[in-house]
Nanobody, 119 residues
Framework: QVQLVESGGGLVQPGGSLRLSCAASGSIFGIDRTAWYRQAPGKQRDLVAAIFRGGSTNYEDSVKGRFTISEDNAKSTVYLQMNSLKPEDTAVYYC?????????????WGQGTQVTVSS
């Protein structure tokens, strides 16, 4: 069974940085899209950043210039580098991969990792 395991969340002060990781349980290839979403309490899950096949990226306006999404296919891992964090970035962050992991094509989700930005 394919799993995405996220790590790197935690409590950070405003202005600080965190790097989230999302490790897939199998080899990843033929990826259509990798992405990070976030969901704050009482709100819907929103797209934060995405990488598409071919390498183009897309960022939600509020994180442009602060967050960077990247992937290391050799390690089957997706990253989200978050800098200059703000209290409004507080949310549960989820990674999402659409593509082939191992021998299965699917729309895969991690379990989520909490990011709290507070002084």
């Amino acid at each position: 069974q394919v799993q995405l395991v996220e790590s790197g969340g935690g409590l950070v002060q405003p202005g600080g940085s965190l790097r989230l990781s999302c490790a897939a349980s199998g080899s990843i290839f033929g990826i259509d899209r990798t992405a990070w979403y976030r969901q704050a309490p009482g709100k819907q899950r929103d797209l934060v950043a995405a990488i598409f096949r071919g390498g183009s990226t897309n960022y939600e306006d509020s994180v442009k210039g602060r967050f960077t999404i990247s992937e290391d296919n050799a390690k089957s891992t997706v990253y989200l580098q978050m800098n200059s964090l703000k209290p409004e970035d507080t949310a549960v962050y989820y990674c999402n991969i659409v593509g082939w992991i191992g021998a299965r094509f699917g729309d895969y989700w991690g379990q989520g990792t909490q990011v709290t930005v507070s002084s």
